[in-house]
């Protein structure tokens, strides 16, 4: 039960876009549409931002996008705004257990 | 308003024993598979154990195999976590979390709860 790979941190400028990669294996992000992203502000709960690797749930600005290639997942955020400044998580079923990334900070310049 | 309110952590000596509670409210709780996920202080987010809505099926994490059982009771509306032989590496804020499916074959974490505190210590 590896951890799935993030990039510890990304960073952009307001109005541009950003995108975090989240690697896996064919036993988690590559064997299953499963994925999910999840963005936590400090000292609050994570929240929901992508399902089933590129669903939005309602409420979630279209500017978040989520797709999957092989064995890598990827989270898109385009007009990057301040309050998209966060940790940004993602997540795979894989079988018989479900595997979460290490995180990325997102730092907005 | 949907809501989910945990409860049951605090300090507890290598070891012993703890039991953690999740009150859902707002939703038709037996429709939906139910998780706990814990974070370490600065640290990730680990996915601990998930029940499916009829109990029919649960997982759990190597870290936690053998030493925590998840439990629902649908009449009452809640989620439960037992957990025995408390190890230092099990401190960690406790989520409960409510998915978008039924079973555990799907996965989609879409309410949170605040999360109740655990510390291991002696």
């Known amino acids: 039960q590896s951890a799935l790979t993030q990039p510890r941190s990304v960073s952009g400028s307001p109005g541009q876009s950003v995108t975090i990669s989240c690697t896996g294996t064919?036993?988690?992000?590559?064997?299953?549409?499963?994925v999910s992203w999840y963005q936590q502000h400090p000292g609050k709960a994570p929240k929901l931002m992508i399902y089933d690797v590129s669903k939005r749930p309602s409420g979630v600005p279209d500017r978040f996008s989520g797709s999957k290639s092989g064995n890598t997942a990827s989270l898109t955020i385009s007009g990057l705004q301040a309050e998209d400044e966060a940790d940004y998580y993602c997540c795979s079923y894989a079988g018989s257990y479900v595997v979460f990334g290490g995180g990325t900070k997102l730092t907005v310049l | 308003e949907v809501q989910l309110v945990e409860s049951g952590g605090g300090l507890v000596q290598p070891g012993r024993s703890l039991r953690l509670s999740c009150a859902a409210s707002g939703f038709t709780f037996d429709d939906y598979a139910m998780h706990w996920v814990r974070q370490a202080p600065g640290k990730g987010l680990e996915w601990v154990s998930g029940?499916?809505?009829?109990?029919?099926?649960?997982g759990y994490a190597d870290s936690v195999k053998g030493r925590f059982t998840i439990s629902r009771d649908n009449a009452k509306n809640s989620l439960y976590l037992q957990m025995n032989s408390l190890r230092a590496e099990d401190t960690a804020l406790y989520y409960c979390a409510k998915d978008q499916y039924q079973l555990l074959s799907q996965i989609a974490f879409d309410i949170w709860g605040q999360g109740t505190m655990v510390t291991v210590s002696s």
């Open positions: 029940i499916s809505w009829n109990s029919g099926s649960t």
């Open positions: 064919s036993s988690d992000v590559g064997g299953y549409n499963y």
